[in-house]
């Protein structure tokens, strides 16, 4: 009886501090009150108290601004998030930059929704305050956040010219604001920020360049900010960023540019070159059924994947291929059957056994390589073996054959590679790089490109000078075909 009375007592107890207790609702929940200092030191605390990841905290955190942004902040969110801007260089840098992304992005739902347009529009005033005092460094902010509030915010000149006079507008102050931001430009310019330069010249068409700027822009790999300046200067200059893609063999880029702005009647080799290069790497890869299927509309394309079978060695392919798409023609056809004059070539039985050398040590690289320095013309081929599986890795190069009218050389480059690879790159240098020697080779741009990619460190690391020439034409001058066994 006496233990049934004590839990009656407890649970009267409990029921009277019930009795006291209340919901408190988080301040994200009602931010008519909540001032945007308030707002961003309950953020960062909201960041630290978390337990997840850096990238996991920021996402989650994200998506409680989007709800709060919808909670009644004063006067409107947009104008909102400006104050915000202004506080967050106080939490410190090292967490600046996330912060004011995390915000800025958080207004993108918001500008198609009906009822905060007027708060837009007053905003947009006050950013362009904000710009100026990022430009000014009042506001320490990176550059990113200053494109990205020029973006969202939808910024114009006018804009800029209202903050920057702050007086009715008339021609004289829009041509004030033009060259205050130039002045701006031109500074970030000179400290090689070229993606701001450009976004300040492309929104508010700022002209104080000419097309040495653009070949400062792809030759820093800026390609999107290239493209959007040339996109703002005009055709003369898409046109010339096209062929600046296509003399760095950017075929891709230059595809995309001249189907954009339809400059094919310009450019009309492009798109099949394109399609080429494109089949070339999925070769590479081994990715020969996809390339077959990219191929098979185009007879052309289909003639030149046979090709890249060929000169991959893989003439299995070869015989698939040209069987089923009838190309027999073609094979024959990179062979000519017009017999030519004995003295047109060089024939094996004829050619001493010494004079066929076997290089795979250190010393006898040095004595080929001063051989091949005093030869006026020679002849390079390159093996590795093929690629027949989708996504393998390149396989190294295991061969270079190098030849004279006299004498021929087959280098053991991985072997060689392993004994002295400083020696092995500073040979191939002095012959590939001379220009007292004609190199001729069936594409000896693909052999060079090779020897670069297809080892772990390439010794033929610079630009090489050399003269490209047809099948046909290369077996009349250099018809050498050496009967050794290949080394992988």
């Not at 967490?95 to 947009?124: C, N, P």
């Not at 055709?235 to 893609?245: D, G, P, R, S, V």
């Not at 290069?277 to 185009?298: I, Q, T």
């Not at 393998?392 to 009218?405: E, H, T, Y």
Request: aromatic content about 10%; overall charge neutral.
């Amino acid at each position: 009886m006496g233990r049934l009375k004590a839990r009656m007592r407890e649970a009267y107890e409990s029921n009277q501090k019930n009795e006291h207790r209340s919901i408190c609702l988080h301040s994200f929940s009602d931010l008519s009150h909540v001032s945007a200092a308030t707002f961003m030191y309950l953020l960062k605390d909201c960041y630290f108290y978390g337990t997840h990841k850096a990238t996991a905290k920021f996402r989650i955190l994200q998506q409680q601004v989007k709800r709060a942004l919808n909670n009644d902040p004063q006067p409107g969110p947009f104008t909102y998030i400006v104050q915000c801007m202004y506080i967050i260089p106080l939490l410190g840098q090292s967490h600046a930059e996330g912060f004011s992304h995390m915000l800025i992005s958080s207004l993108r739902h918001l500008k198609s929704v009906e009822s905060v347009q007027k708060d837009f529009i007053d905003a947009k005033c006050l950013a362009a305050r904000l710009v100026l005092d990022i430009l000014a460094s009042v506001v320490p902010h990176e550059e990113r956040i200053l494109v990205k509030l020029l973006e969202t915010f939808d910024i114009e000149l006018k804009d800029m010219a209202h903050a920057f006079c702050g007086s009715e507008l008339g021609d004289e102050d829009l041509a004030a604001a033009r060259e205050h931001l130039k002045q701006h430009v031109q500074y970030f310019m000179k400290s090689e920020s070229y993606v701001t330069a450009v976004a300040l010249m492309t929104r508010f068409s700022i002209q104080c360049c000419d097309e040495s700027f653009l070949i400062k822009l792809i030759g820093g790999k800026q390609y999107k900010a290239a493209e959007e300046w040339a996109a703002f200067m005009g055709k003369e200059m898409i046109i010339l960023i096209i062929q600046k893609y296509l003399d760095v063999k950017m075929l891709k880029s230059a595809n995309e540019l001249v189907k954009q702005y339809d400059l094919a009647e310009e450019f009309p080799d492009v798109n099949y070159l394109y399609k080429e290069s494109s089949l070339k790497k999925l070769a590479e890869k081994g990715c020969w059924d996809v390339a077959e299927v990219r191929a098979k509309k185009d007879t052309k394309l289909m003639e030149y994947l046979v090709y890249l079978a060929m000169e991959a060695g893989y003439m299995e392919k070869v015989d698939e291929l040209c069987e089923r798409y009838s190309l027999e023609g073609y094979v024959k056809s990179l062979v000519p059957e017009e017999v030519m004059c004995q003295s047109d070539y060089l024939e094996l039985k004829k050619l001493i056994l010494e004079e066929i050398v076997w290089v795979d040590e250190i010393n006898g690289l040095l004595s080929a390589t001063s051989y091949i320095e005093a030869c006026k013309i020679i002849g390079v081929d390159c093996e590795w073996k093929p690629n027949y599986e989708k996504g393998s890795r390149p396989n190294k190069v295991a061969i270079i054959q190098i030849a004279s009218d006299k004498k021929a050389f087959i280098f053991d480059l991985i072997k060689l590679y392993e004994d002295d690879p400083k020696a092995l790159d500073c040979c191939f240098r002095r012959i590939m790089c001379s220009s007292n020697i004609l190199k001729l080779a069936i594409t000896c741009n693909a052999i060079c490109i090779s020897c670069h990619s297809r080892m772990e460190n390439c010794y033929v690391s610079s630009p090489m000078k050399c003269y490209l020439i047809s099948r046909s034409c290369s077996k009349r001058l250099l018809a050498v075909s050496l009967d050794c066994q290949r080394k992988y």
